[in-house]
């Protein structure tokens, strides 16, 4: 149990670390405009951008197994750990083809949803209320990225607020992992 703890604690801040790699625009030359552009068009630019979202997807890959691991059994907290694994496979394919960005950007939203709701099923009380507070805010902004989109406004500004909140969001789950690891049974009542 403290080795699946310790390899999902650095996995998911490999994770995360590597996820928030975009920030890196502010210091590099890309010509994306942070305002109207969308983040996905960094991967274009420098190969650091792609490089930094491949092992980003590589760690959310990884993590999954060890997260398993720490979750009750119960179909909830397993789509939790399937959901991270997920997420990692599609970023890996967003780094691998950067043609296809903005699909996988929406299928990323789809599946950080199912596992952000998976959470708010099976985490404690406290816990459970960032869970929905996380829910309400990434639905909010894949709102936001698919307005901007449509109305050609600031696409720039809220794929970048996006990325922030997930990479938030998983570093939530990775601190729950590592500090309060859930019991390996569901009390039955």
């Known amino acids: 149990m403290r080795t699946a703890r310790i390899a999902s604690a650095l996995l998911?801040?490999?994770?995360?670390?590597a996820y928030s790699?975009?920030?890196?625009?502010?210091?590099l030359p890309t010509g994306v405009s942070p305002v109207r552009d969308p983040a996905e068009a960094l991967l274009a630019g420098p190969p650091v951008f792609r490089v930094l979202l491949a092992v980003s997807g590589i760690a959310?890959?990884?993590?999954g197994p060890p997260l398993h691991r720490l979750g009750p059994v119960q179909w909830s907290a397993r789509l939790s750990s399937i959901s991270v694994s997920?997420?990692?496979?599609?970023?890996?394919?967003q780094a691998?083809?950067?043609?296809?960005?903005?699909?996988?950007?929406?299928?990323?939203s789809v599946v950080l949803t199912v596992g952000v709701i998976s959470l708010v099923l099976?985490?404690?009380?406290?816990?459970?209320?960032?869970?929905v507070a996380g829910l309400v805010v990434v639905m909010a902004t894949w709102?936001?990225?698919?307005?901007?989109?449509?109305?050609?406004?600031?696409?720039?500004?809220?794929?970048?607020?996006q990325l922030v909140?997930?990479?938030?969001?998983?570093?939530?789950?990775?601190?729950?992992?590592?500090i309060k690891p859930a019991p390996r049974h569901v009390p039955r009542g």
């Open 21 to 27: 790699g975009w920030l890196l625009e502010f210091f």
């Open 12 to 17: 998911m801040g490999v994770a995360v670390v």
């Open 143 to 161: 709102l936001a990225v698919v307005l901007s989109r449509q109305l050609d406004l600031f696409e720039g500004v809220f794929t970048r607020i």
């Open 60 to 63: 959310f890959l990884l993590a």
């Open 86 to 93: 997920a997420f990692g496979a599609l970023v890996l394919a």
């Open 122 to 131: 099976w985490w404690p009380p406290g816990w459970r209320a960032l869970a």
């Open 96 to 108: 691998a083809y950067p043609a296809s960005s903005t699909v996988l950007s929406s299928l990323l």
């Open 165 to 178: 909140v997930r990479a938030v969001l998983f570093g939530a789950g990775g601190a729950y992992a590592f």
